[in-house]
């Protein structure tokens, strides 16, 4: 990787001399010897690594770093100052500044800083390629997925499996548990990944329009209908139909779908000559299918038609152990864009969010970071800028809520194996393999004892 570097300088000849020495090493490299040119340029065309004087005519240099750190926090910075500026220098290291050399240098110290600086980019760049290999089991076309739990490591496999075979697939799982980035993974995994994906979602439409999206209409089809519409399934030959809450789709436009699947073409809305088409269909529910094929709401036949492999996506609250790498993530992904410098979340806060259950899933947690990434001042999320709600749950909201004691389970099993063995403690001691005093004391504790 080429590395481009700022030498922010006020001295003409110190910007010669840095831009010739880079330069030769294979750096590409730009000098300013004012502030504000150097920013205008930083913000269209960023730099990797900056070399800034602190004392400059038109800016404070120590300004520049601090906005440098808040905006670009990935850029190394190594301060130019005279003998006399050592504490300034110090103070900047404080701010964030990789490091910092006087004023008179040597040409050796500024290639050793130089490359230093790439080193700590190439490293961090590195580990940032290591974890999303790690989250994604090594696989690029799995980037935007976060699990290490076993159920997040079962769908990676399913979705490597899947995607090679040319097969109609169903998701389900509830909303916000990424069923539509699944169906992205498929569709970049499999042999149709250079012909497009067309996502629809079928809920809160009427069946005319969902028709005229899918299928298409000619010209004069219906009122309003000026010109030739393509659908979105044929727009979408070659590659893949993602058709999401495939629950909701009317009854007669079910009908419609099941023919085009049998049939493997369409025709359009007011036309006459069918459409061939080549497509892939992934569909997606957060309902129960099969329930509703029972209940009379949805197809069977068309069931079976998209049913030939089925993924069931995990709620949050069943992988739980993804939480920490999930808010780490979020804490990434909204910090630097909301103007913040939130790094890290408290013991406290994590503890919280580790024990609510999340009816939203990761929908709902990415939602709750952004929030607190909002609230939150410092470098840390603290419980105080949680929802209320979730700075008042009780030990009644965890998922435990009604599972019985070791002490209940006990009674209840030897109370259990005395009904079925007449109230003969004899048969009851050797089927619990309890010496007969000890089955005796439980009796006793468990109050179980009939008067002998």
């Known amino acids: ?64 770093l601090t906005r440098l750190k808040a905006r670009y926090a990935e850029t190394e910075v190594i301060i130019i100052t005279g003998h006399g500026s050592i504490d300034s220098a110090i103070e900047a290291i404080k701010r964030g500044a990789h490091h910092y050399v006087t004023k008179p240098f040597k040409l050796e110290e500024i290639r050793l800083l130089a490359a230093g600086a790439g080193e700590k980019i190439s490293l ?65 995994l499999s042999p149709r990944k250079d012909s497009p994906f067309i996502s629809f979602n079928c809920g809160g439409f009427t ?22 519409k393509i659908g979105l399934l044929e727009s979408a030959s070659g590659g893949t139909v993602f058709l999401d809450e495939i629950g909701e789709m009317p009854g007669s436009m079910q009908v419609k779908l099941l023919r085009v699947l049998q049939e493997k073409r369409i025709l359009r809305v007011g036309g006459t000559r069918p459409v061939e088409l080549d497509i892939r269909v992934i569909a997606a529910s957060n309902k129960d299918i099969k329930k509703a094929c029972v209940e009379g709401s949805f197809r069977e036949d068309l069931f079976y038609r998209l049913n ?33 410098k939130v790094n890290r979340i408290s013991p406290q806060a994590l503890d919280i969010l580790m024990h609510y259950n999340y009816p939203g899933n990761v929908r709902e947690l990415e939602n709750i970071i952004q929030r607190a990434i909002a609230l939150t001042d410092g470098e840390e999320i603290g419980e105080k800028v949680l929802p209320d709600d979730l700075q008042k749950l009780e030990i009644s909201m965890f998922e435990g809520e009604g599972l019985q004691t070791l002490e209940e389970i006990e009674r209840q099993h030897i109370a259990e194996v005395l009904q079925k063995t007449g109230g003969n403690r004899n048969m009851a001691g050797k089927i619990l393999n309890l010496p007969r005093t000890t089955l005796w004391r439980k009796l006793k504790h468990h109050k179980l004892l009939k008067d002998d």
């Open 308 to 340: 030939v492999v089925t993924l069931h996506l995990p709620r949050l609250s069943r992988r739980k152990a993804d939480i920490p790498l999930l808010i780490t993530a979020f804490i990434e992904k909204y910090s630097k864009p909301f103007g913040k």
């Open 124 to 188: 961090r760049m590195e580990n940032q390629r290591l974890r999303e290999a790690a989250l994604t089991g090594g696989d690029e076309f799995l980037k935007g997925f976060i699990g290490t739990s076993r159920a997040m490591q079962e769908i990676f496999g399913m979705i490597k499996k899947v995607a090679t075979v040319d097969c109609n697939v169903l998701l389900q799982g509830e909303s916000g548990t990424g069923k539509e980035l699944v169906a992205k993974s498929i569709h970049r």
């Open 207 to 228: 069946e005319e329009l969902i028709s005229s999206e899918l299928f298409g209409h000619e010209k004069g089809a219906f009122t309003g209908a000026t010109a030739t």
């Open 1 to 64: 990787m080429t590395f481009r570097v700022a030498v922010v300088d006020d001295e003409h000849t110190v910007c010669l001399r840095l831009k010739q020495v880079l330069d030769k090493e294979g750096y590409m490299t730009e000098t300013f010897e004012t502030g504000r040119p150097f920013w205008d340029r930083m913000q269209t065309f960023p730099f990797d690594i900056v070399f800034l004087d602190l004392s400059l005519p038109d800016t404070d240099g120590m300004e520049i």
